[in-house]
T-cell receptor, first 114, second 116 residues
């Protein structure tokens, strides 16, 4: 297993277009997280999955954002009608079902909305 | 309210110098965890250390050491004899239990430049 994998690494899209990102967590990790990191800031929590259930969503996750984790394996994050303010690095992380265990992060998908 | 503050935005040192990265946190929980992550230019966040709120012993790992002081809500990170490969952005994070998962609050990061 090579860690958390995210695709694509970079995405440039025009304002108003829809985009979808994919995250493949470490196979034995049942917890999966999405974070967003804007330039010069630390990552901010977006959403959390335990297996296939989405158990927590941040207020940062507007109606234009939707995340899924079918079958509790990979996850997708879709942004509809992208806006320039959506430009950021989207980070996925996973962890085992152990309390307060550190996350393993992927390399992220950098989104640029022009 | 901001939970993790990293007041140093950017630090530049010359190779072999020691450098300390500051981290101050805020929480009402009695049980919490603190972390440091390194983010090289490739973008991936690399786990460095985890410390729980009941363990105030300082920790040393090679050239890295961490000083946790609950009385001042600080969790500082020192790199001894810095090397060019240490150049990266370093994030301090606080983990709190929210329902049944651990939510991370990250500071804004400190960019470390180590010059040869």
């Amino acid at each position: 297993d090579t860690g958390v994998s995210q695709n694509p690494r970079h995405k440039i899209t025009k304002r108003g277009q829809n985009v979808t990102f994919r995250c493949d967590p470490i196979s034995e990790h049942n917890r999966l997280y999405w974070y967003r990191q804007t330039l010069g800031q630390g990552p901010e929590f977006l959403t959390y999955f335990q297996n296939e259930a989405q158990l927590e969503k941040s207020r940062l996750l507007s109606d234009r954002f939707s995340a899924e984790r079918p079958k509790g394996s990979f996850s997708t994050l879709e942004i509809q009608r992208t806006e320039q303010g959506d430009s950021a690095m989207y980070l996925c992380a996973s962890s085992p079902d152990v309390a307060n265990y550190g996350y393993t992060f992927g390399s992220g998908t950098r989104l640029t909305v022009v | 309210a901001q939970k993790v503050t990293q007041a140093q935005t950017e630090i530049s040192v010359v190779e072999k110098e020691d450098v300390t990265l500051d981290c101050v946190y805020e929480t009402r929980d009695t049980t919490y965890y603190l972390f440091w992550y390194k983010q090289p230019p490739s973008g991936e966040l690399v786990f460095l250390i985890r410390r729980n709120s009941f363990d105030e012993q300082n920790e040393i790992s090679g050239r890295y050491s961490w000083n946790f002081q609950k009385s001042t809500s600080s969790f500082n990170f020192t790199i001894t004899a810095s090397q060019v490969v240490d150049s990266a952005v370093y994030f301090c994070a606080l983990s709190e239990k929210v329902y049944n998962f651990n939510k991370f609050y990250f500071g804004s990061g400190t960019k470390l430049n180590v010059k040869p």
